[in-house]
């Protein structure tokens, strides 16, 4: 079973639309719940994290973390053509020899379309 | 200020070969990052250096890969020799110091080495 499990989509979606991401994970060590976004032909670039269990809005963008379900989400508002990429789950744990290890869920492909 | 280099950007390499990939960091951050991605697959951890010495080497995935550091700058990753399964793209990252308690020190990916091995 793989640590993180995310769907990989494709996923596609009218302009304005709200889009739910989400991953699920099995390792209860991790603290850090990080969201990047990977536009083709590009190393994957922070969007948003979250520490622990809660909420975190950042402009259009809402990351959730269930500690309890081990369920990971991101909400898009209002989504953008600009918004169409891949986005990967990639949570960490704290402390410890894997500190920095970052474990990627295997990613949603997002196609927002005027 | 410039981000995380990567080279070369794509590499076709035959079955035995061997292929060394290079990572420069963004200056100052001491943490340095190997990660790949093969076909289909999410992207994977392989190890972890913390300026020159390994903090953390489970990922890789056999002795056929070697990485370095030499005086904490660059990286180098080397394929020796290498195999099908190798082909991917490989991505490296970097950060400031090690995290303290609730502040998180983002990872900042490179646009990767696209390897394949024919």
């Known amino acids: 079973q793989k640590e993180v499990e995310q769907d990989p989509g494709p996923l596609s979606v009218p302009e304005g639309a709200i889009v739910s991401l989400n991953c699920t994970y099995s390792?209860?060590?991790?603290?850090?719940f990080m969201w990047y976004r990977q536009y083709s032909r590009k190393g994957p670039e922070l969007l948003m994290y979250?520490?622990?269990?809660g909420n975190k809005e950042d402009g259009r963008f809402t990351a959730q973390v269930d500690k309890s379900s081990k369920y990971i989400s991101l909400f898009i508002r209002d989504s953008q053509p600009s918004d169409s990429a891949t986005y990967l789950c990639a949570p960490r744990e704290v402390g410890g020899t894997s500190y920095g290890k970052l474990t990627f869920g295997q990613g949603t492909i997002l196609t927002v379309h005027p | 200020e410039a981000g995380v280099t990567q080279f070369p950007s794509h590499s076709v390499i035959e079955k035995g070969q061997t292929v060394t990939l290079r990572c420069d960091p963004i200056s100052g951050h001491d943490n340095l990052y190997w990660y790949r991605r093969v076909m289909g697959k999410e992207i994977k951890f392989l190890l972890h250096?913390?300026?020159?010495?390994?903090?953390?080497e489970s990922g890789m995935p056999n002795n056929r890969f070697l990485a370095e550091r030499t005086g904490g700058t660059y990286s180098t990753l080397k394929v020796q020799p290498a195999e099908l399964e190798d082909s991917g793209v490989y991505f490296c990252?970097?950060?400031?110091?090690?995290?303290?308690?609730?502040?998180?020190?983002?990872?900042?990916f490179g646009p990767g080495t696209r390897l394949t091995v024919t």
């Open positions: 390792n209860s060590a991790f603290q850090y």
């Open positions: 250096f913390v300026k020159e010495s390994k903090q953390d």
């Open positions: 990252a970097s950060s400031q110091d090690r995290e303290l308690q609730g502040i998180h020190y983002e990872q900042y």
């Open positions: 979250t520490y622990s269990s």
